[in-house]
């Protein structure tokens, strides 16, 4: 299994659009450890091109702080799982609270409705 992150400066980005990198973490969901971490520079930012690179990634899942309504659909209709408000931690730990079942969410930080055109959100 493999779980992206949006990353800046080394933790998860608030705002998944404004990331420097993708961290795609490839895991053992039996024996709930991270196999490998790989950091990829994601393509320009543009309305509905992140979700499916994501899931050319081989990701099943996405973990995310906050995230418009659109892209949510656009990442669940390339397959991938979308779970937000995660708080702005290493990609390993969130991983791994997350193959723990602990891992805390909140509300999704970037929460605009399903029509939300993602790349605006940058409060």
Avoid: Y
């Avoid at 990442?75 to 969130?94: D, M, R, S, Y």
């Amino acid at each position: 299994m493999k779980i992206a992150l949006p990353v800046a400066d080394g933790k998860l980005c608030m705002h998944f659009g404004h990331c420097q990198f993708f961290a795609i973490v490839e895991v053992d969901s039996e024996k709930k450890v991270i196999l490998n971490t790989k950091m990829l520079t994601p393509p320009a930012h543009a309305p509905g091109v992140i979700p499916p690179w994501v899931a050319q990634q081989g990701a099943s899942c996405v973990i995310v702080g906050g995230i418009g309504g659109r892209a949510i659909q656009l990442f669940e209709q390339a397959g991938v799982k979308v779970i937000t408000g995660a708080p702005a931690e290493t990609p390993e730990k969130l991983v791994a609270a997350f193959l723990n079942g602990t891992l805390a969410t909140g509300d999704n930080v970037c929460d605009h409705g399903p029509d939300h055109i993602p790349e605006s959100c940058s409060h």
